[in-house]
């Protein structure tokens, strides 16, 4: 169909769950990683989180890049959706944030086992979790073994009265 301006008009059939945020298919560039960053919070601006945002490679993308895709954000010059701007970076530095990231994750979980005491883990185990290429499974000795006698409850039975 055609509009009045005699632009082509369409509509999109939506089928199930549809994600607001999800940037279509023809709108991803290899090399780019693209991310929806918080702008506003209830109502108020949060410049602190779009400055935290900046330091760390992240630019607004710009309407001109995704011609058509929310064709209001133009004047603006920025796509934002809810308190929520659409803002992108080389995905080289995403790769080093997402290893960095890891990198911390692994750290505190050392840190943790450190502190409150490191268990014994059978061959094939690294860190807490099975090494690849090794079956740890095969070396962790399952038995079912009864309760030391202390360990049980200590229980007193009254079986009768010589004056009954």
């Not at 601006?45 to 890049?65: L, Y």
Request: aromatic share 8%; charged share 30%.
């Amino acid at each position: 169909m055609y509009g009045r301006d005699g632009e082509i008009l369409s509509r999109a059939r939506a089928t199930g769950f549809i994600n607001e945020f999800d940037v279509p298919e023809r709108y991803q560039e290899s090399g780019w990683s693209r991310q929806w960053m918080r702008v506003a919070c209830t109502g108020k601006p949060d410049p602190a989180n779009i400055n935290a945002c900046h330091e760390n490679g992240w630019r607004p993308v710009s309407p001109q890049t995704m011609p058509g895709y929310m064709p209001d954000s133009a004047q603006s010059g920025y796509i934002e959706r809810d308190g929520l701007r659409l803002m992108e970076r080389p995905q080289v530095l995403t790769d080093e944030a997402n290893e960095d990231e890891r990198r911390d994750a692994a750290e505190l979980r050392q840190a943790q086992t450190e502190q409150f005491g490191a268990r014994k883990l059978p061959k094939g185990y690294i860190d807490g979790y099975a090494h690849k290429g090794k079956d740890a499974g095969k070396q962790v000795r399952r038995a079912i073994e009864p309760s030391p006698i202390d360990l049980l409850p200590k229980r007193e039975i009254a079986i009768g009265d010589d004056n009954d």
